[in-house]
């Protein structure tokens, strides 16, 4: 693992949590060009494993929460952190050690590396998803069995609410209330644990993940083949992005997109499910993949992730799906995030057994 994040890695580290954000997250750019400012202003970001810290130490998970469609536009300053570390603090009596990306996928995996950076403090090489989900309680604490006891928000007006929820679903609920108060945008910390207990109630290693994976294309003579092989992914449909439907509400960016494909897969027509996240394609009434496995799609030249705010009519594109941490495939995690919990009326499968 890598001692630290450089301004080097923050191209890398943004291509591959696009990938990882299936289409969520919110966009990489805004969180690539705050974590390329915070490195040059309060240097480089020290990515350590849980093994590196204390058991006691307190570990500040941190996203945005809200549509990303509203996220590109209401641009988040620098202080935001700074008042949610500030209210940990009072509540526990104690500064956090170390910051954790709540969701690897998208903007939210990026922007940690500039939260960290403003406040001293070292990032977690792990998160809570290993991808990108659009609810509070799909996060490996809640599957864990972890009480969601805290949730701390906070907006761009400077806002700061303090949440005691009773259990990860309420979380959800209010949490969600609150950010749409805020314009359906707002940084968030919740399950703010000791290293202790984020040991098997995290997935370890996702950052540099998201690196590998954004590297994998650098240079290569063919990005898509480079970056399908580092997933092991299937390739669903290459083709044009004919249709679109899209909305903003209830703080969730929801829809669909249909890929007519080309080439070889001309005559074949692929439907997208969109809530934030691709959740699951539909080719001729039959699943191709579904939530909770990975469904990104690319540009089939550059293999450059497209998040679901970005898709426009036209678009050559690859639709790329593959295997979900082994924690969502556990009955508790696919209660949590699998198909129904999203009101699709179908059973799980795995998308190496369908696509």
């Not at 690196?211 to 290569?220: H, L, N, P, S, Y």
Request: one cysteine or more; hydrophobic letters at 45%.
């Amino acid at each position: 693992m890598q001692a630290r994040i450089t301004l080097e890695d923050v191209a890398a580290l943004a291509r591959g949590c696009a990938v990882l954000g299936t289409g969520g997250g919110g966009d990489v750019r805004p969180g690539a060009i705050a974590a390329r400012r915070a490195i040059r202003e309060y240097g480089e970001v020290p990515l350590v494993s849980l093994d590196e810290l204390p058991d006691d130490a307190l570990v500040l998970p941190l996203s945005g929460i809200g549509a990303p469609t509203v996220s590109n536009e209401m641009v988040h300053g620098t202080d935001e952190p700074v008042r949610i570390a500030e209210e940990i603090e009072r509540i526990f009596g104690r500064r956090p050690a170390a910051v954790m990306s709540s969701e690897i996928g998208g903007g939210n995996g990026v922007a940690p590396v500039a939260w960290a950076a403003r406040l001293g403090l070292p990032l977690l090489d792990a998160d809570a998803m290993g991808r990108a989900f659009p609810e509070v309680q799909m996060v490996s604490m809640y599957v864990a069995g972890i009480p969601a006891n805290l949730v701390v928000m906070t907006d761009v007006v400077g806002n700061v609410v303090t949440i005691r929820p009773v259990d990860g679903l309420w979380a959800e609920q209010i949490a969600r209330a609150v950010c749409v108060a805020a314009g359906s945008s707002a940084l968030m910390a919740d399950y703010v644990l000791t290293a202790r207990e984020c040991a098997g109630a995290v997935i370890e290693g996702t950052v540099s993940r998201a690196i590998a994976i954004g590297r994998a294309t650098e240079g290569a003579a063919d990005p898509l083949a480079a970056l399908t092989e580092e997933l092991g992914a299937v390739r669903l449909i290459t083709g044009k992005l004919t249709d679109l439907e899209r909305r903003t509400t209830g703080g969730f960016v929801r829809g669909t997109a249909t890929v007519e494909g080309t080439g070889d897969d001309r005559d074949r027509t692929l439907s997208l499910e969109i809530q934030n996240e691709n959740l699951v394609a539909v080719e001729d009434g039959r699943v191709r993949a579904m939530v909770p496995d990975l469904i990104t799609v690319v540009d089939s030249q550059t293999a450059t992730a497209i998040p679901t705010e970005g898709l426009r009519y036209g678009q050559r594109v690859t639709v790329l799906a593959w295997p979900c941490d082994p924690l969502w495939r556990t009955p508790k995690g696919l209660e949590t995030a699998g198909p129904r919990a999203f009101g699709y009326d179908m059973d799980y499968l795995p998308v190496e057994k369908i696509a």
